[in-house]
């Protein structure tokens, strides 16, 4: 006799018995989160003899999204996490490492569920409890919601950066592509500034649950746009880091372990994370003002190919395999020696008659290219940038740079607190005073903005249903962030073809109220 448990979508369980006709029959399900015991859920067959539960409203009781920097290696939270890397000490807790990866801190939690029965022999007997009668499941969950119609279903695929799976996503819903003609043949370039922080967050490892491997996060860095994304494109650096310590997290080391809190991570990628790297722990590159565009993919650590470059021709952050060093000295640009078959990551280009292999590897990411925008004058205009950060469907942060028109309009609400009795009552002497006040007021002020996206395509509008529903959304301005609440209450989705230029605004005000002194 025993329960059998089927998934039909990310939060449900189906359950079915065998068990023989008895009295007060009741499915029991324990879960728990962290080793604890949060919730005992009974729950009697249904006409058709089954019981069909969510629990979804119980776990994600326990799934928050991080709002620190979190580097697990010395085991200390720094603030805040958008503005990652955040001068975090190595292990050795001497010299100061700008990681630019970060664990979470409960955004993904690791959930066991046990099913039991309980019931009675006879009517009116004790009923008892029959444990374990179907196979224990452990599910690592994220703070998913998903459309109606999409029925909850979440389809992990798409976030596993696996070399036997097609090319995969981070947790967004950035377009990176776009039918539209454009000047990046096809790509979406995502705007940033050098004050603009952003992240992006992906699966970290191999196990049951996630299908990750372990790669490199890579930063090529391009001086005009980006006609193609390979290894012969016109980029002029490349930062190329290990998903190691090096970047700031660890994957789990056992697998079988789940560690809840490295298996889910954020990645930096704004344009003020980017300038924050300590490029020397990076291969070198630092990326200087002739930076337009930049891109960021996760990739394999398995060589796929390779391509000639002549010494003069090597750019600073490749990883390059000696193949004839002729007249080039390659230890005056990072190479330990200078013996064929030395693989090592260039700081610059070489001289002389040398030549190198640069080395390819296998895209596991799609590429997310971002375009450098001025502050002091964004699109063109003279309305400063707005970095907005929010909670997307998958319950980690998303953001967009605003770069188009901005208006402030202050309001202020007045409430009468009291009424005071003019007069010195307290003094030797009465007397009035022209300057007592009667009617004391408190007053509450907002100030309410309006942010607007320069034109862009029809392939934004899932993104920006994203902020509009977001429960969580926060503005990063002067090194720290702050709650908002957006005012907007509809979102008019826009196609290139029925409003030719598609530009989206936004309302919002501070989510605390400034109050004068009462």
């Not at 309009?409 to 009795?421: A, F, L, M, V």
């Amino acid at each position: 006799m025993a329960t059998t448990v089927t998934n039909p979508n990310y939060w449900t369980l189906t359950l079915t018995s065998n068990t023989t006709p008895v009295f007060n029959f009741k499915y029991v399900v324990d879960i728990t989160i962290g080793g604890v015991l949060v919730a005992r859920v009974k729950q009697p067959k249904n006409m058709a003899g089954s019981a069909h539960l969510s629990y979804e409203k119980i776990v994600k009781n326990y799934i928050t999204i991080s709002h620190k920097h979190k580097n697990t290696i010395v085991g200390t939270q720094y603030d805040s996490i958008h503005l990652m890397p955040q001068n975090s000490p190595n292990p050795t807790g001497t010299t100061i490492n700008d990681y630019i990866a970060t664990f979470n801190s409960g955004d993904l939690r690791t959930v066991l569920l046990e099913f039991h029965e309980e019931y009675a022999d006879t009517e009116g007997g004790a009923i008892t409890l029959h444990e374990d009668t179907a196979t224990a499941q452990t599910k690592a969950l994220i703070n998913f919601a998903n459309s109606w119609e999409d029925q909850k279903i979440f389809d992990l695929s798409k976030f596993d950066f696996d070399s036997t799976s097609p090319v995969s996503k981070f947790l967004t819903d950035r377009p990176t592509a776009t039918t539209q003609p454009n000047d990046l043949k096809g790509r979406v370039a995502q705007l940033t500034s050098a004050n603009d922080y952003q992240l992006v967050s992906m699966f970290n490892e191999k196990s049951t649950y996630f299908n990750t491997e372990l790669g490199r996060f890579l930063y090529k860095f391009y001086d005009k746009v980006p006609d193609t994304l390979g290894i012969n494109d016109n980029h002029i650096g490349v930062i190329s880091v290990q998903n190691s310590s090096v970047a700031g997290v660890i994957p789990p080391t056992d697998a079988s372990a789940e560690d809840e809190d490295k298996a889910f991570i954020y990645l930096a990628c704004g344009g003020a994370n980017v300038n924050k790297m300590v490029y020397a722990q990076y291969g070198g590159y630092t990326p200087t003002a002739s930076v337009k565009y930049y891109s960021l993919q996760y990739i394999s650590t398995v060589g796929i190919g390779s391509t000639s470059r002549n010494a003069p021709e090597i750019i600073a952050g490749e990883q390059i395999t000696i193949v004839f060093v002729g007249t080039t000295d390659f230890t005056l640009i990072g190479s330990p020696d200078n013996n064929v078959g030395t693989t090592f990551y260039a700081t610059g280009a070489g001289a002389g008659s040398g030549v190198g292999n640069a080395l390819e590897y296998e895209k596991l990411s799609e590429p997310y290219i971002f375009e450098m925008v001025s502050d002091a004058n964004c699109n063109s205009s003279l309305y400063e940038g707005k970095n907005i950060a929010w909670k997307n469907k998958y319950g980690v942060w998303d953001y967009y740079f605003f770069d188009g028109a901005t208006t402030d309009k202050e309001s202020y609400k007045r409430k009468t607190q009291r009424e005071n009795i003019a007069g010195s009552w307290n003094a030797a002497a009465f007397e009035l005073n022209t300057y007592e006040r009667g009617k004391v007021d408190k007053v509450e002020g907002n100030k309410q903005t309006t942010i607007n996206t320069r034109y862009i395509g029809e392939e934004w509008n899932e993104h920006f249903k994203g902020l509009l529903m977001s429960n969580e959304v926060q503005i990063i301005e002067g090194g720290k962030s702050y709650p908002i609440n957006i005012k907007n209450t509809t979102l008019d989705v826009k196609t290139n073809l029925k409003d030719k230029l598609v530009q989206y605004t936004f309302n919002y005000e501070y989510a605390h109220a400034l109050k004068q002194r009462v």
